[in-house]
Nanobody
Framework: QVQLVESGGGLVQPGGSLRLSCAVS????????MGWYRQAPGKQRELVAD???????NYVDSVRGRFTISRDNAKNTVYLQMNSLKPEDTAVYYC???????????????WGQGTQVTVSS
């Protein structure tokens, strides 16, 4: 059983900062890509940022320069530092991990339950 538990969401004023965390637990053999997605009301879920096991990072254009993704492989945890937040960043943020349970199995995607981020004055 693989579980992803997110934390760090909340209400923040425009221009403020938040740091999201996502810890992956369970009988995991290895994790490849870890990422953050978001879904605003009435919109499709979109990739915000992801990071490979080699620490190669990818960002959607709208957050590049404001958000930073990082991971701690010893803790199976991925972080999203969000600075200069804007009202349009308001969404439910989901963590996703590409993991496999043993050396013979295929990589699968696992999702967290989501954490609300609201940017408003």
């Amino acid at each position: 059983q693989v579980q992803l538990v997110e934390s760090g969401g909340g209400l923040v004023q425009p221009g403020g900062s938040l740091r999201l965390s996502c810890a992956v637990s369970g009988s995991i053999f290895s994790i490849n890509v870890m990422g953050w997605y978001r879904q605003a009301p009435g919109k499709q879920r979109e990739l915000v940022a992801d990071v490979t096991s080699a620490d190669s990072c990818n960002y959607v254009d709208s957050v590049r320069g404001r958000f930073t993704i990082s991971r701690d492989n010893a803790k199976n945890t991925v972080y999203l530092q969000m600075n200069s937040l804007k009202p349009e960043d308001t969404a439910v943020y989901y963590c996703r991990a590409q993991a496999r349970l043993d050396w013979r199995s295929d990589f699968r995607y696992y999702w967290g339950q989501g954490t609300q981020v609201t940017v408003s004055s």
